[in-house]
C-alpha cells in the first residue's frame, strides 16, 4: 500500500468546505463570546444540521461513515479556528457507542481520557462540562455513562469544558473490556493532533502578518535575520507534524492496527498505527507549542494583551497539550510501543 500525502479528491473538497464554514461561522469573535466554558451551542447546531457529528459511525447506525483520514482533514480547520465545539470527543465516544442516541449530536458525547478513581470519578475528562453521555474505562470494564452535564467546570488558561465525571451514577452500560479503549485513545491522539497542527498554522499566519507589519528603526522587524531565521523553523515543524497525522490517519484505515503493521526502528519503517498516533500527538504538540511561542514573542507585549488573537492560540496549545498528561507520559508510552515495554 502506497503512502500518498497529497490530499485527494474528496479530501479537498472537505478541506475547502469547512475551511469557509469556520470562517463564516466561528470567526474569532465566537471563540472569544464562548469563554470561559469553551462552548457555543449555535455553532453546535449548524454542525448538526451538516449532520458532522455523526461522521465517525457507520451508516448501518444512522452515521455517515468518514474515514479517520477525512475527519483529521476537518479536525485541522477546526484548529485553525479554535471553533469552541467537542467534535474530537464526540467522534471517538459516538463510534464507541452509537446505540447511545448521540449521532446526531442532540446529545454530546465525550471520552475520558484516564480511568476512573477507585470511587469511579473520572478526573478532568475534555469537553465533560457539556457532554450528556461520558465513555471511558472503569476498572477491567469500557464503560458508557448517560448522566448528565454538570454545565460548569474548573477555570483554565485553554477555555476548555472540562469537569469530572462519575462512572458509576446514572444510566451505566458495559461496552466490553478495557481494552477495547485502547485503539480509541489512538483515534483521539490522532484527532488532535490535527488539531494541534491547526493551531500551530494560524499561528505562523498570524506571526508572519504582524511582523510585516510591525516596524521599528524604519523597517519590518521581519526584515531582520534574527526573527527570519526562527520563523523558517516553523514550516519544518508544522509539516513534519501534518504529514505524520495523515499517516497515522492512513495506517488505521488500511487497518494497519493491533499488530498488522511494521515498527522497525532500525530501518526507519513504522506503518503501525498506535506509535504513529502516538508520534502524530507529540510532534504537533511541540509544532502549537513552540509556534504559538515564537509568534507571541515576536508580538511583543501586545501578544499578552486579550485585544490580539495569538494570547488565544498560546493558551490553548498549552492546554490542549496535557490535557491527557504530561508529554514525558506519552513519551515513555512511545518508547514502549517502539522497543517494547522496559
Not at 7 to 31: K, M, Q, R, W
Not at 226 to 249: E, N, S, V, W, Y
Not at 275 to 301: F, I, K, N, R, W
Amino acid at each position: 500500500m502506497a503512502l500518498d500525502f497529497a490530499l485527494s479528491g474528496d479530501e479537498e473538497t472537505i478541506a475547502e468546505v469547512f475551511t469557509n464554514f469556520f470562517a463564516n461561522e466561528s470567526p474569532i469573535d465566537v471563540v472569544r463570546t464562548s469563554e470561559p466554558l469553551g462552548f457555543s451551542p449555535s455553532l453546535w447546531s449548524k454542525l448538526q444540521a451538516m449532520e458532522v457529528p455523526g461522521m465517525a459511525v457507520g451508516p448501518e447506525a444512522g452515521g455517515g461513515g468518514a474515514s479517520l483520514s477525512e475527519m483529521v482533514v476537518v479536525a485541522e480547520r477546526l484548529g485553525e479556528a479554535l471553533a469552541p465545539v467537542p467534535l474530537v470527543s464526540h467522534w471517538v465516544a459516538s463510534a464507541l457507542w452509537p446505540d447511545a442516541g448521540v449521532v446526531s449530536g442532540d446529545d454530546i458525547a465525550a471520552i475520558a481520557l484516564k480511568p476512573a478513581d477507585g470511587d469511579g470519578l473520572w478526573h478532568l475528562v475534555p469537553d465533560g462540562a457539556i457532554a450528556d453521555v461520558v465513555v471511558g474505562v472503569d476498572g477491567d470494564d469500557l464503560v458508557g455513562v448517560r448522566n448528565g452535564p454538570p454545565g460548569s467546570g474548573p477555570a483554565n488558561h485553554g477555555g476548555m469544558p472540562l469537569a469530572d465525571r462519575s462512572s458509576r451514577v446514572g444510566s451505566r452500560s458495559v461496552l466490553g473490556p478495557a481494552s477495547d479503549f485502547t485503539e480509541a485513545l489512538d483515534r483521539w491522539r490522532t484527532l488532535t493532533a490535527a488539531v494541534l497542527v491547526g493551531i500551530a498554522g494560524r499561528a505562523q499566519s498570524l506571526g508572519v502578518a504582524y511582523i510585516l507589519e510591525r516596524r521599528q528603526f524604519g523597517r519590518p522587524i521581519g526584515s531582520y535575520q534574527a526573527i527570519q531565521h526562527r520563523m523558517a523553523d516553523f514550516p519544518a515543524l508544522i509539516d513534519g507534524a501534518r504529514f505524520l497525522t495523515h499517516k497515522a490517519a492512513w495506517a488505521f484505515d488500511n487497518g494497519l492496527v493491533d499488530g498488522n503493521g511494521t515498527v522497525d526502528v532500525g530501518e526507519g519503517v513504522v506503518t503501525s498505527f498506535a506509535p504513529l498516533a502516538s508520534m502524530a500527538y507529540l510532534q504537533a504538540g511541540e509544532a502549537a507549542v513552540q509556534c504559538t511561542d515564537s509568534s507571541l514573542h515576536y508580538h511583543g507585549g501586545y501578544g499578552f494583551s486579550l485585544e490580539y488573537d495569538i494570547q488565544l492560540y498560546y493558551r490553548r496549545a498549552r492546554a490542549w497539550v496535557v490535557v491527557a498528561g504530561d508529554p514525558a507520559r506519552e513519551r515513555l508510552h512511545l518508547a514502549d510501543l517502539l522497543w517494547g515495554a522496559s
